[in-house]
Protein backbone atom coordinates (compact mmCIF):
# COMPACT_ATOMS: atom_id res chain seq x y z
CA UNK A 1 0.00 0.00 0.00
CA UNK A 2 1.02 3.72 -1.10
CA UNK A 3 1.94 5.96 2.16
CA UNK A 4 -1.02 8.38 2.29
CA UNK A 5 -0.87 12.00 0.77
CA UNK A 6 -1.48 14.84 2.38
CA UNK A 7 -4.31 16.55 0.64
CA UNK A 8 -5.21 20.40 2.29
CA UNK A 9 -9.07 21.90 1.01
CA UNK A 10 -9.75 25.49 2.03
CA UNK A 11 -13.67 26.59 2.42
CA UNK A 12 -13.86 22.88 2.91
CA UNK A 13 -17.57 23.31 4.38
CA UNK A 14 -18.48 25.73 1.57
CA UNK A 15 -20.64 24.89 -1.92
CA UNK A 16 -17.69 23.79 -3.85
CA UNK A 17 -15.29 22.04 -0.68
CA UNK A 18 -18.46 20.12 -0.05
CA UNK A 19 -18.51 18.81 -3.92
CA UNK A 20 -14.83 18.59 -3.92
CA UNK A 21 -14.15 16.82 -0.84
CA UNK A 22 -15.80 13.41 -1.69
CA UNK A 23 -14.22 13.29 -4.75
CA UNK A 24 -10.39 13.61 -3.41
CA UNK A 25 -11.72 11.22 -1.05
CA UNK A 26 -13.10 8.37 -3.24
CA UNK A 27 -9.74 8.51 -5.17
CA UNK A 28 -10.99 10.53 -8.02
CA UNK A 29 -8.74 12.99 -7.92
CA UNK A 30 -5.01 10.87 -7.43
CA UNK A 31 -6.03 7.26 -8.45
CA UNK A 32 -8.15 4.45 -6.45
CA UNK A 33 -4.57 2.73 -5.38
CA UNK A 34 -3.27 6.26 -3.50
CA UNK A 35 -4.55 6.46 -0.01
CA UNK A 36 -5.54 10.40 1.03
CA UNK A 37 -5.28 11.89 4.32
CA UNK A 38 -7.82 15.05 3.87
CA UNK A 39 -6.85 18.38 6.20
CA UNK A 40 -9.93 20.83 6.06
CA UNK A 41 -9.92 24.21 6.89
CA UNK A 42 -12.89 26.49 7.46
CA UNK A 43 -13.11 29.79 9.88
CA UNK A 44 -14.27 29.34 13.37
CA UNK A 45 -18.42 30.19 12.52
CA UNK A 46 -18.22 26.81 10.28
CA UNK A 47 -16.28 24.55 11.58
CA UNK A 48 -19.93 23.57 13.06
CA UNK A 49 -20.72 22.42 9.37
CA UNK A 50 -17.48 21.46 8.72
CA UNK A 51 -17.79 18.27 11.67
CA UNK A 52 -21.01 17.59 9.41
CA UNK A 53 -18.87 16.99 6.46
CA UNK A 54 -16.38 14.68 8.19
CA UNK A 55 -19.47 12.97 9.72
CA UNK A 56 -20.77 11.99 5.98
CA UNK A 57 -16.97 11.79 4.91
CA UNK A 58 -16.50 9.23 7.68
CA UNK A 59 -20.02 7.33 6.57
CA UNK A 60 -18.96 7.23 2.97
CA UNK A 61 -16.65 4.34 4.41
CA UNK A 62 -14.08 5.44 1.08
CA UNK A 63 -11.25 2.57 0.82
CA UNK A 64 -8.83 5.65 0.33
CA UNK A 65 -10.03 8.06 2.89
CA UNK A 66 -7.09 7.40 5.49
CA UNK A 67 -7.60 10.29 8.04
CA UNK A 68 -9.50 13.39 8.12
CA UNK A 69 -8.27 16.68 9.94
CA UNK A 70 -10.72 19.43 10.45
CA UNK A 71 -9.09 22.83 11.97
CA UNK A 72 -10.09 26.77 11.52
CA UNK A 73 -5.83 27.20 12.00
CA UNK A 74 -3.92 27.05 8.49
CA UNK A 75 -1.02 25.77 9.71
CA UNK A 76 -2.40 22.61 10.97
CA UNK A 77 -4.50 21.86 7.54
CA UNK A 78 -1.28 22.75 5.57
CA UNK A 79 1.04 20.94 7.75
CA UNK A 80 3.72 18.19 5.62
CA UNK A 81 0.26 18.85 2.71
CA UNK A 82 1.13 17.64 -0.84
CA UNK A 83 -1.48 19.18 -2.44
CA UNK A 84 -3.11 22.48 -1.46
CA UNK A 85 -6.60 23.27 -2.52
CA UNK A 86 -7.29 27.02 -1.90
CA UNK A 87 -11.02 27.28 -2.19
CA UNK A 88 -12.36 29.45 0.75
CA UNK A 89 -12.92 33.02 -0.25
CA UNK A 90 -14.80 36.17 0.90
CA UNK A 91 -17.69 36.28 -1.16
CA UNK A 92 -18.60 39.41 -2.41
CA UNK A 93 -20.78 41.13 0.63
CA UNK A 94 -23.87 44.40 -0.05
CA UNK A 95 -22.13 47.50 -1.77
CA UNK A 96 -18.51 45.71 -1.77
CA UNK A 97 -16.53 47.18 -4.45
CA UNK A 98 -14.83 44.97 -6.67
CA UNK A 99 -11.30 47.03 -5.43
CA UNK A 100 -12.77 45.75 -1.24
CA UNK A 101 -13.47 42.37 -2.33
CA UNK A 102 -9.66 41.88 -3.81
CA UNK A 103 -8.51 43.56 -0.82
CA UNK A 104 -10.14 40.90 1.89
CA UNK A 105 -9.18 38.37 -0.39
CA UNK A 106 -5.73 39.19 -0.58
CA UNK A 107 -5.07 39.13 3.06
CA UNK A 108 -6.65 35.50 3.50
CA UNK A 109 -4.44 34.86 0.59
CA UNK A 110 -0.92 36.17 1.92
CA UNK A 111 -2.00 34.61 5.37
CA UNK A 112 -2.73 31.47 3.87
CA UNK A 113 0.64 31.49 1.48
CA UNK A 114 2.72 32.62 4.68
CA UNK A 115 1.34 29.52 6.57
CA UNK A 116 1.97 26.78 3.74
CA UNK A 117 5.77 28.26 3.23
CA UNK A 118 6.07 27.65 6.94
CA UNK A 119 4.60 24.22 7.27
CA UNK A 120 3.57 22.57 3.53
CA UNK A 121 5.95 19.68 2.00
CA UNK A 122 8.56 22.20 0.36
CA UNK A 123 6.90 20.71 -2.75
CA UNK A 124 3.44 20.84 -2.51
CA UNK A 125 1.18 22.18 -5.68
CA UNK A 126 -1.08 24.72 -5.01
CA UNK A 127 -4.29 24.96 -6.87
CA UNK A 128 -6.16 28.17 -6.28
CA UNK A 129 -10.01 28.41 -7.31
CA UNK A 130 -11.35 30.76 -4.75
CA UNK A 131 -11.61 34.11 -6.97
CA UNK A 132 -10.31 36.37 -8.43
CA UNK A 133 -8.14 33.15 -8.44
CA UNK A 134 -5.16 34.10 -10.59
CA UNK A 135 -3.93 37.49 -8.22
CA UNK A 136 -4.98 35.07 -5.10
CA UNK A 137 -2.53 32.98 -6.11
CA UNK A 138 0.07 35.58 -6.93
CA UNK A 139 -0.50 36.57 -3.52
CA UNK A 140 -0.14 33.15 -1.92
CA UNK A 141 3.09 32.56 -4.06
CA UNK A 142 4.45 36.16 -3.56
CA UNK A 143 4.04 35.16 0.57
CA UNK A 144 5.85 31.54 0.22
CA UNK A 145 9.64 32.51 -0.63
CA UNK A 146 10.66 28.92 0.55
CA UNK A 147 8.25 26.92 -1.67
CA UNK A 148 8.77 26.08 -5.35
CA UNK A 149 6.89 29.20 -7.83
CA UNK A 150 6.14 27.21 -10.17
CA UNK A 151 3.73 25.07 -7.98
CA UNK A 152 1.21 27.69 -7.23
CA UNK A 153 -1.44 27.89 -10.25
CA UNK A 154 -5.25 29.64 -10.60
CA UNK A 155 -8.16 27.45 -11.95
CA UNK A 156 -9.07 28.12 -15.36
CA UNK A 157 -10.10 24.41 -16.06
CA UNK A 158 -13.68 25.40 -15.54
CA UNK A 159 -13.50 27.48 -18.42
CA UNK A 160 -11.49 25.33 -20.35
CA UNK A 161 -14.36 22.09 -19.76
CA UNK A 162 -16.47 24.98 -20.84
CA UNK A 163 -15.47 25.77 -24.06
CA UNK A 164 -15.59 21.90 -24.47
CA UNK A 165 -18.70 21.75 -23.99
CA UNK A 166 -19.83 24.82 -25.91
CA UNK A 167 -17.95 23.32 -29.20
CA UNK A 168 -19.40 20.02 -28.50
CA UNK A 169 -23.06 20.78 -28.36
CA UNK A 170 -22.64 23.25 -31.37
CA UNK A 171 -20.84 20.45 -33.84
CA UNK A 172 -22.71 17.34 -32.00
CA UNK A 173 -18.98 15.73 -32.00
CA UNK A 174 -18.51 14.27 -28.26
CA UNK A 175 -16.23 15.99 -25.97
CA UNK A 176 -13.44 12.89 -26.18
CA UNK A 177 -13.34 14.10 -29.67
CA UNK A 178 -12.29 17.14 -29.13
CA UNK A 179 -8.87 18.55 -28.26
CA UNK A 180 -6.72 22.26 -27.69
CA UNK A 181 -8.92 24.52 -26.61
CA UNK A 182 -7.22 27.20 -24.90
CA UNK A 183 -8.46 29.82 -22.12
CA UNK A 184 -5.63 32.33 -22.39
CA UNK A 185 -5.06 34.86 -19.14
CA UNK A 186 -7.79 35.94 -15.92
CA UNK A 187 -10.81 33.38 -14.61
CA UNK A 188 -12.75 36.21 -15.15
CA UNK A 189 -15.10 37.76 -18.11
CA UNK A 190 -12.01 39.05 -19.87
CA UNK A 191 -10.40 35.63 -20.58
CA UNK A 192 -9.95 34.56 -23.80
CA UNK A 193 -11.64 31.00 -25.03
CA UNK A 194 -8.99 30.18 -28.12
CA UNK A 195 -10.13 27.61 -30.48
CA UNK A 196 -7.55 28.53 -32.96
CA UNK A 197 -5.84 25.66 -32.87
CA UNK A 198 -8.93 23.29 -31.47
CA UNK A 199 -9.67 20.05 -33.84
CA UNK A 200 -13.05 18.54 -33.78
CA UNK A 201 -12.72 14.53 -35.01
CA UNK A 202 -8.95 15.73 -35.90
CA UNK A 203 -10.85 18.59 -38.27
CA UNK A 204 -10.08 22.50 -37.34
CA UNK A 205 -12.70 23.66 -35.10
CA UNK A 206 -12.83 27.46 -36.84
CA UNK A 207 -13.52 24.65 -40.21
CA UNK A 208 -16.18 23.40 -39.11
CA UNK A 209 -17.92 26.73 -37.64
CA UNK A 210 -18.87 29.58 -38.96
CA UNK A 211 -16.33 33.18 -37.44
CA UNK A 212 -19.50 35.00 -36.17
CA UNK A 213 -20.38 32.51 -33.54
CA UNK A 214 -16.96 31.97 -32.60
CA UNK A 215 -16.54 35.65 -32.25
CA UNK A 216 -19.58 36.65 -30.99
CA UNK A 217 -21.63 33.31 -29.76
CA UNK A 218 -19.10 31.08 -28.62
CA UNK A 219 -16.70 33.57 -26.81
CA UNK A 220 -19.16 35.40 -24.58
CA UNK A 221 -21.37 32.27 -23.78
CA UNK A 222 -17.73 30.83 -22.16
CA UNK A 223 -16.71 34.34 -20.72
CA UNK A 224 -20.42 34.90 -19.09
CA UNK A 225 -21.43 30.95 -17.97
CA UNK A 226 -20.75 31.38 -14.61
CA UNK A 227 -23.47 34.31 -14.58
CA UNK A 228 -25.38 31.83 -16.60
CA UNK A 229 -25.23 29.63 -13.68
CA UNK A 230 -26.31 31.86 -10.97
CA UNK A 231 -29.27 33.03 -13.23
CA UNK A 232 -30.58 29.80 -13.29
CA UNK A 233 -29.47 27.49 -9.93
CA UNK A 234 -30.01 30.42 -8.10
CA UNK A 235 -26.17 30.09 -6.68
CA UNK A 236 -22.76 30.04 -8.44
CA UNK A 237 -21.29 26.63 -10.58
CA UNK A 238 -20.18 24.11 -7.67
CA UNK A 239 -20.36 20.44 -8.63
CA UNK A 240 -18.73 21.84 -12.34
CA UNK A 241 -15.96 23.95 -10.55
CA UNK A 242 -14.82 20.90 -8.25
CA UNK A 243 -14.80 18.88 -11.39
CA UNK A 244 -12.42 21.42 -12.65
CA UNK A 245 -10.33 21.48 -10.04
CA UNK A 246 -10.27 17.24 -9.83
CA UNK A 247 -9.15 17.45 -13.53
CA UNK A 248 -6.51 20.17 -12.61
CA UNK A 249 -4.50 18.06 -10.28
CA UNK A 250 -4.93 15.11 -11.56
CA UNK A 251 -3.62 15.70 -14.94
CA UNK A 252 -0.87 17.75 -13.14
CA UNK A 253 0.27 14.79 -11.18
CA UNK A 254 -0.65 12.10 -13.89
CA UNK A 255 0.12 13.60 -16.84
CA UNK A 256 -2.15 14.97 -20.00
CA UNK A 257 -3.01 12.74 -22.82
CA UNK A 258 -1.01 12.29 -25.81
CA UNK A 259 -2.32 14.46 -28.75
CA UNK A 260 -3.53 17.01 -25.99
CA UNK A 261 -2.92 19.91 -24.01
CA UNK A 262 -5.07 21.75 -20.84
CA UNK A 263 -5.54 25.11 -19.48
CA UNK A 264 -4.19 26.11 -15.87
CA UNK A 265 -3.01 29.29 -14.70
CA UNK A 266 0.69 29.07 -14.21
CA UNK A 267 3.24 31.84 -13.41
CA UNK A 268 3.99 33.15 -17.03
CA UNK A 269 7.92 32.37 -18.00
CA UNK A 270 7.71 35.06 -20.64
CA UNK A 271 6.17 33.17 -23.02
CA UNK A 272 3.90 34.82 -25.56
CA UNK A 273 4.80 37.78 -24.50
CA UNK A 274 3.54 37.76 -21.42
CA UNK A 275 5.86 38.80 -19.10
CA UNK A 276 7.31 36.66 -16.52
CA UNK A 277 5.57 35.89 -12.96
CA UNK A 278 2.02 36.65 -14.06
CA UNK A 279 0.31 33.91 -13.11
CA UNK A 280 -2.15 33.38 -16.61
CA UNK A 281 -4.00 31.04 -18.30
CA UNK A 282 -1.79 29.19 -20.93
CA UNK A 283 -2.09 25.62 -22.77
CA UNK A 284 0.11 23.30 -21.25
CA UNK A 285 0.98 19.19 -20.97
CA UNK A 286 2.18 17.88 -17.76
CA UNK A 287 4.17 14.93 -17.88
CA UNK A 288 6.15 13.32 -14.72
CA UNK A 289 4.10 15.61 -12.15
CA UNK A 290 5.52 19.11 -13.95
CA UNK A 291 3.70 20.90 -16.52
CA UNK A 292 5.08 22.80 -19.20
CA UNK A 293 3.31 25.97 -21.44
CA UNK A 294 2.96 24.62 -24.73
CA UNK A 295 5.14 26.50 -27.74
CA UNK A 296 4.94 28.35 -30.77
CA UNK A 297 1.90 28.30 -31.36
CA UNK A 298 0.75 30.92 -33.96
CA UNK A 299 -0.98 34.48 -32.32
CA UNK A 300 -2.86 36.22 -34.81
CA UNK A 301 -4.29 39.73 -34.43
CA UNK A 302 -7.72 38.90 -33.31
CA UNK A 303 -6.10 36.47 -30.18
CA UNK A 304 -3.32 39.10 -29.25
CA UNK A 305 -5.81 41.73 -29.05
CA UNK A 306 -7.50 39.30 -26.43
CA UNK A 307 -4.63 38.56 -24.67
CA UNK A 308 -3.14 41.36 -24.25
CA UNK A 309 -6.91 42.48 -22.62
CA UNK A 310 -7.04 39.80 -20.21
CA UNK A 311 -3.09 40.63 -19.04
CA UNK A 312 -4.32 44.56 -18.99
CA UNK A 313 -7.33 43.42 -16.61
CA UNK A 314 -4.48 41.19 -14.36
CA UNK A 315 -1.74 43.91 -14.03
CA UNK A 316 -5.07 46.20 -12.72
CA UNK A 317 -5.19 43.37 -10.11
CA UNK A 318 -2.07 43.52 -9.25
CA UNK A 319 -1.82 46.82 -8.87
CA UNK A 320 -4.48 46.84 -6.39
CA UNK A 321 -2.87 44.63 -4.17
CA UNK A 322 0.55 45.09 -4.04
CA UNK A 323 1.50 46.10 -1.07
CA UNK A 324 0.38 42.46 0.25
CA UNK A 325 3.12 40.91 -3.12
P1 LIG B 1 -19.01 29.34 -0.54
O1 LIG B 1 -19.26 30.72 0.00
O2 LIG B 1 -20.12 28.35 -0.62
O3 LIG B 1 -17.85 28.66 0.32
C1 LIG B 1 -16.69 29.32 0.68
C2 LIG B 1 -16.27 28.74 2.00
O4 LIG B 1 -15.00 29.30 2.33
C3 LIG B 1 -17.21 29.09 3.15
O5 LIG B 1 -17.60 27.90 3.82
C4 LIG B 1 -16.37 30.00 4.04
O6 LIG B 1 -16.65 29.82 5.43
C5 LIG B 1 -14.96 29.53 3.70
N1 LIG B 1 -13.92 30.51 3.98
C6 LIG B 1 -13.96 31.86 3.85
N2 LIG B 1 -12.80 32.41 4.25
C7 LIG B 1 -12.00 31.38 4.60
C8 LIG B 1 -10.68 31.31 5.10
N3 LIG B 1 -9.96 32.41 5.34
N4 LIG B 1 -10.16 30.09 5.38
C9 LIG B 1 -10.88 28.97 5.17
N5 LIG B 1 -12.15 28.98 4.72
C10 LIG B 1 -12.70 30.17 4.42
O7 LIG B 1 -18.32 29.57 -1.95
P2 LIG B 1 -18.10 28.51 -3.13
O8 LIG B 1 -19.26 28.52 -4.03
O9 LIG B 1 -17.62 27.24 -2.54
O10 LIG B 1 -16.91 29.24 -3.93
C11 LIG B 1 -15.63 29.38 -3.36
C12 LIG B 1 -14.78 30.29 -4.21
O11 LIG B 1 -14.55 29.71 -5.48
C13 LIG B 1 -15.42 31.65 -4.49
O12 LIG B 1 -14.39 32.63 -4.40
C14 LIG B 1 -15.88 31.54 -5.93
O13 LIG B 1 -15.96 32.79 -6.55
C15 LIG B 1 -14.77 30.70 -6.49
N6 LIG B 1 -15.06 30.02 -7.76
C16 LIG B 1 -14.01 29.88 -8.64
C17 LIG B 1 -14.18 29.22 -9.83
C18 LIG B 1 -13.04 29.07 -10.79
O14 LIG B 1 -13.28 28.55 -11.90
N7 LIG B 1 -11.82 29.48 -10.49
C19 LIG B 1 -15.49 28.67 -10.21
C20 LIG B 1 -16.52 28.82 -9.22
C21 LIG B 1 -16.29 29.49 -8.03
Not at 254 to 278: E, F, L, Q
Request: charged content about 20%; aromatic content about 6%.
Amino acid sequence: MKSPVNVAITGAAGQIGYALAFRVASGQMLGPDQPVNLHLLEITPALGSLQGVVMELNDCAFPTLNKIVATDDAKVAFKDCNVALLVGARPRGPGMERKDLLLANAQIFSAQGKALDAVADRNVRVLVVGNPANTNSLIAQRNAPNLNARNFTAMVRLDHNRALSQLSEKTGVHFNNIRKAIIWGNHSATQYPDLHHATVDGKPALSLVDQKWYAETFIPVVQQRGAAIIKARGASSAASAASAAIDHVRDWVKGTADGDWVSMGVPSDGSYGIPAGVIYGFPVTCKNGDYQIVQGLSVNDFSRQRMEATHKELLEERDGVKELI
